[in-house]
C-alpha cells in the first residue's frame, strides 16, 4: 500500500495507483498526467477541451459459444482538438484480451469516431518481453491510433 496526503491507497491489481489531479480522482498515474498533458494542450490552443471518463457505452455481444454477454465500456478520455474534432482516448499500461473486445465492439458500433490507446511505455512484442503478436497485431486493426511511449511527451512538458 502507498500513501498518499495522509490516506492509505491500495494499489489495484494491475498495479496502477490511484491519483488525483485538479480534484478529479484517476484510478492510475498515466491516466492522471494525461490530463496534465490535456491541460498544457488546453492553454496552447491544442486541445479546445477534454473529458475524464463522460460516458459509458453498453455494447450487445455474444460469445464464441452463442451465449449472449453484453459489455459495458467507458474510455478514459473524451478529446476534443481544435475544429471540433473529437476523440476518444484509452490510456493502458497492458492489454487484455477483454481490452481488445471492448475496442473491437466501440468500433464496430461507433465506426466514425476516432479511437487511440496510449502506452506510457514503448510496447515490446513477444511472449517474452511483453504484449503477444497476436494481441499487438489485432490492436492495430482495431484502434485508429496506438500512441507508445507518452512517456517521453509527460518528460519533454516536466509533467511528473
Known sequence: MAKMQGIKIRRSKFGNMPT???????????EARTAMLLDRWLSLGIVQEWEYEPQAFNFEHTD???????????PD?????????????ECKGMVSAYDLLKWELFKK?????FFAVLFAAKLRVGKRTGISVFKFNKMHRVVDRVWQNVGQEFKKLNIK
Open 109 to 113: 458500433n461507433k465506426p466514425d469516431e
Open 20 to 30: 488525483n489531479y485538479r480534484g478529479i480522482h484517476f484510478k492510475s498515474k498515466l
Open 77 to 89: 478520455f473524451r478529446v476534443v482538438l481544435q475544429g471540433n474534432v473529437d476523440e476518444w482516448w
Open 64 to 74: 464464441k459459444n452463442g451465449n449472449r454477454k453484453d459489455v459495458k465500456y467507458v
